[in-house]
């Protein structure tokens, strides 16, 4: 990253209703279009501007619309807004996943399901991968200087390059090399727009792309306050659609040098400051999340809530924990879980009052604790002072603010009677929904989005956009169930990692190998997510039945092993760590099990001091045999409460160090003998576990975890 100075606040910006960054599609493939920061009372009209020949495609005629691509090819969507007209460009490519599974596809496909097939779309929905093949993208950006201009110049933006490499990677499943796959660069109309207003040249005309097509330069001189880039990158196979990637995106962004605003275009006076927009908060490399169900946390009087949660923070901290999930802590209708919300705008009277509140955060923050609040964008409680209007009279000022079936009742999914859905098409819901955003963003570190799924993809590009544009450290958390890579292009940090999920609840069932954890792990790459893509990864949460209490207390251990060795964000359920067994019940502190509190602490500590098992660690699979404890038994063979299948071991890795990780999901000891060279101390127990069976093998002793050193 260059040096970064003052941000030029006087630069002239691009109109707030903008709709945002450009679109890569498949033809068929709808997407929606909807004008930011809308006025409720603007006026706002879509038009296609430019089209592939031979297109019919078309847009409606109302503020919030959908926009399908009919031909591959660039399309160029106008916006006339209150603030001036705009341009979206839209790239689509041939039709690839026609008929795929949700898994591998888009949050309006998930949306648009019949409601009879929701039946089958529980938490933890396992959903065979279909649509496997899409290549990924990473994107780069840096300022290049000729150094004979800038000598001259004192070093300064005149000569100056920015140069943006794509790094593009086939799918793990593909035939393709590298090299065979086309990148297909996309410059946001926004900064053209701010380009042009300034009297700059457009940047699109500056481009200078590589004959490889993998690199971009353009003239520093183009840039206006910033640049943003956007790629994807498309592999072709022989008689076959495209397959397109996850879209990743750069921002280059002028900053002056001394921090005087007033120069703010002078290019003599500037730096540049490079971004990766798609990056996860750096924070969230390490972090470890502990979910607080509010309301039964610490079993508190009315409106003490807040309080005695403040009082349990020195505790949650000591055990090492860095992150706090807080489930709704808004007005709701009385239901304990909070998410039927009647005011968005003030905290539930249950819990404690606003102060309370923010005295709570600021708690956690001075024991080196973010918090994330759990945001829900998708509905109200039928108690909400605009339903019970709109219920009541079919021509309340508040009906076009909910979906309605033909029955008359509300949208709504599932069996869930006492919610509503929002109208996202209603731009009094959008506004209402932002001005939420902007009461509590400032508060808190990051925000968990509830039914994620159910919310369209535009409304999180802007919230996206709107939070980051303040904090860059701001983490976006989606519960997306199954998980949809393209919910990573420029709208989520961190996915809910519910295919991990389901499958250690598999295995701690015995249905299935502890081996396929493994294959669950690389399934995020196989359906397309990029390597940047972060991931929740827990065994329970206050949706779910505790896993001790369906799989055992063995299964549990290694399961919760299981989320701080494997790379991604391992998250506690409060109650977890001390054996709790009621999934919503008041967490039974006073009898905590201290044995299973030490056993995370460990798991905490060992993940903290070794870098290798975390997000950016890599992950390879080793030949391993497996016996039971008895020491004279061969490989093959294992006891009753032993099986080679209760048991899996891999490699983490990166440039300092590489471990041998074994987990045990078996209630008996297992002794694992690891087809490559390692110590002999478990860096989890702090303790020898190497021991020699009757064939003299050398054998790894564990429990639920060990961690070793591999000798390179």
């Known amino acids: 990253?260059?040096?970064?100075?003052?941000?030029?606040?006087?630069?002239?910006?691009?109109?707030?209703?903008?709709?945002?960054?450009?679109?890569?599609?498949?033809?068929?493939?709808?997407?929606?279009?909807?004008?930011?920061?809308?006025?409720?009372?603007?006026?706002?009209?879509?038009?296609?501007?430019?089209?592939?020949?031979?297109?019919?495609?078309?847009?409606?005629?109302?503020?919030?619309?959908?926009?399908?691509?009919?031909?591959?090819?660039?399309?160029?969507?106008?916006?006339?807004?209150?603030?001036?007209?705009?341009?979206?460009?839209?790239?689509?490519?041939?039709?690839?996943?026609?008929?795929?599974?949700?898994?591998?596809?888009?949050?309006?496909?998930?949306?648009?399901?019949?409601?009879?097939?929701?039946?089958?779309?529980?938490?933890?929905?396992?959903?065979?991968?279909?649509?496997?093949?899409?290549?990924?993208?990473?994107?780069?950006?840096?300022?290049?200087?000729?150094?004979?201009?800038?000598?001259?110049?004192?070093?300064?933006?005149?000569?100056?390059?920015?140069?943006?490499?794509?790094?593009?990677?086939p799918n793990p499943e593909s035939t393709l090399d590298a090299e065979d796959l086309d990148v297909t660069f996309v410059v946001d109309d926004r900064d053209v727009e701010t380009a042009v207003a300034t009297g700059r040249t457009n940047p699109r005309d500056a481009l200078q792309t590589a004959d490889d097509g993998r690199t971009l330069r353009v003239d520093a001189d183009a840039v206006p306050d910033r640049l943003r880039v956007h790629a994807v990158a498309v592999a072709r196979d022989p008689g076959s659609d495209p397959r397109v990637s996850v879209a990743d995106a750069v921002d280059v962004e002028r900053t002056t040098a001394n921090g005087v605003d007033e120069i703010a275009f002078n290019a003599e006076e500037t730096e540049f400051e490079t971004v990766r927009l798609n990056d996860p908060p750096s924070w969230a490399a390490d972090a470890t999340v502990y979910e607080v169900y509010v309301r039964t946390f610490s079993d508190a009087a009315e409106g003490e809530a807040f309080d005695a949660l403040a009082d349990r923070i020195p505790e949650i901290a000591d055990l090492g924990v860095d992150t706090l999930w807080l489930t709704p802590v808004l007005e709701h209708d009385g239901k304990p879980h909070g998410y039927n919300i009647t005011d968005f705008f003030d905290t539930a009277s249950d819990l404690g009052d606003r102060d309370d509140y923010e005295a709570l955060v600021e708690t956690a923050h001075d024991h080196g604790m973010r918090v994330l609040f759990d945001f829900v964008a998708n509905h109200t409680a039928r108690d909400h002072e605009w339903f019970e209007d709109a219920y009541r009279n079919p021509k309340s000022p508040y009906r076009d603010r909910y979906e309605w079936q033909e029955s008359g009742e509300p949208g709504t999914y599932f069996d869930w009677e006492l919610i509503a859905n929002l109208n996202h098409a209603n731009l009094d819901v959008r506004r209402f929904l932002l001005d939420v955003i902007d009461e509590w963003a400032p508060l808190v570190d990051g925000f968990r989005c509830d039914m994620a799924w159910a919310v369209p993809d535009a409304f999180w590009r802007e919230l996206r956009d709107r939070v980051k544009d303040i904090d860059r450290e701001f983490l976006l958390m989606d519960e997306t169930i199954p998980y949809i890579p393209d919910f990573?292009?420029?709208?989520?940090?961190?996915?809910?990692?519910?295919?991990?999920?389901?499958?250690?609840?598999?295995?701690?069932?015995?249905?299935?190998?502890?081996?396929?954890?493994?294959?669950?792990?690389?399934?995020?790459?196989?359906?397309?997510?990029?390597?940047?893509?972060?991931?929740?990864?827990?065994?329970?949460?206050?949706?779910?039945?505790?896993?001790?209490?369906?799989?055992?207390?063995?299964?549990?251990?290694?399961?919760?092993a299981a989320t701080f060795v494997l790379p991604g964000v391992p998250m506690i359920y409060a109650g977890q760590e001390i054996g709790q067994?009621?999934?919503?019940?008041?967490?039974?502190?006073?009898?905590?099990?201290?044995?299973?509190?030490?056993?995370?602490?460990?798991?905490?500590?060992?993940?903290?001091?070794?870098?290798?098992?975390?997000?950016?660690?890599?992950?390879?699979?080793?030949?391993?045999?497996?016996?039971?404890?008895?020491?004279?038994?061969?490989?093959?063979?294992?006891?009753?409460?032993?099986?080679?299948?209760?048991v899996v071991a891999f490699r983490r890795s990166d440039d300092d160090e590489s471990l041998v990780v074994v987990l045990n999901f078996a209630p008996e000891t297992a002794s694992v003998a690891v087809e490559t060279a390692h110590g002999d101390r478990d860096l989890v127990a702090d303790e020898s576990c190497v021991v020699v069976d009757g064939d003299g093998r050398e054998r790894i002793r564990v429990d639920d975890v060990a961690v070793v050193r591999a000798e390179t």
């Not at 500590?605 to 039971?628: I, T």
Request: proline share 7%; aromatic share 6%; charged share 30%.
């Open 1 to 169: 990253m260059t040096q970064q100075g003052a941000s030029h606040t006087d630069a002239p910006q691009v109109g707030p209703h903008h709709p945002g960054p450009p679109r890569f599609l498949s033809t068929g493939e709808t997407t929606e279009l909807a004008p930011r920061d809308p006025d409720p009372d603007g006026k706002y009209a879509w038009r296609v501007v430019d089209a592939p020949p031979d297109s019919d495609a078309t847009v409606g005629t109302e503020p919030v619309t959908q926009f399908t691509p009919d031909i591959p090819g660039r399309y160029l969507i106008g916006l006339d807004a209150p603030d001036g007209d705009h341009r979206l460009t839209v790239h689509a490519f041939a039709a690839s996943y026609a008929g795929v599974d949700v898994a591998g596809g888009s949050g309006t496909e998930l949306r648009d399901r019949d409601a009879d097939d929701t039946a089958d779309l529980g938490y933890a929905a396992h959903r065979d991968r279909e649509g496997a093949g899409r290549p990924r993208i990473r994107l780069d950006a840096t300022v290049e200087r000729d150094v004979e201009t800038a000598d001259q110049s004192g070093g300064d933006a005149e000569g100056a390059e920015i140069v943006v490499r794509a790094t593009a990677t």
């Open 581 to 646: 067994r009621g999934r919503r019940d008041a967490v039974a502190w006073e009898h905590a099990r201290e044995e299973i509190r030490e056993r995370y602490k460990r798991f905490l500590d060992v993940r903290e001091a070794h870098p290798a098992l975390g997000p950016e660690g890599d992950l390879d699979r080793v030949g391993y045999h497996v016996a039971s404890g008895d020491l004279a038994e061969r490989p093959i063979a294992a006891s009753g409460d032993i099986h080679p299948e209760d």
């Open 488 to 560: 990573h292009e420029g709208m989520f940090d961190v996915h809910f990692d519910a295919t991990l999920y389901f499958q250690l609840r598999q295995v701690g069932r015995g249905a299935e190998p502890a081996s396929s954890i493994l294959d669950a792990i690389d399934q995020r790459a196989e359906i397309g997510f990029p390597d940047h893509a972060g991931f929740l990864q827990y065994i329970e949460n206050h949706d779910e039945t505790r896993y001790r209490v369906e799989c055992g207390d063995a299964a549990a251990a290694a399961a919760g």
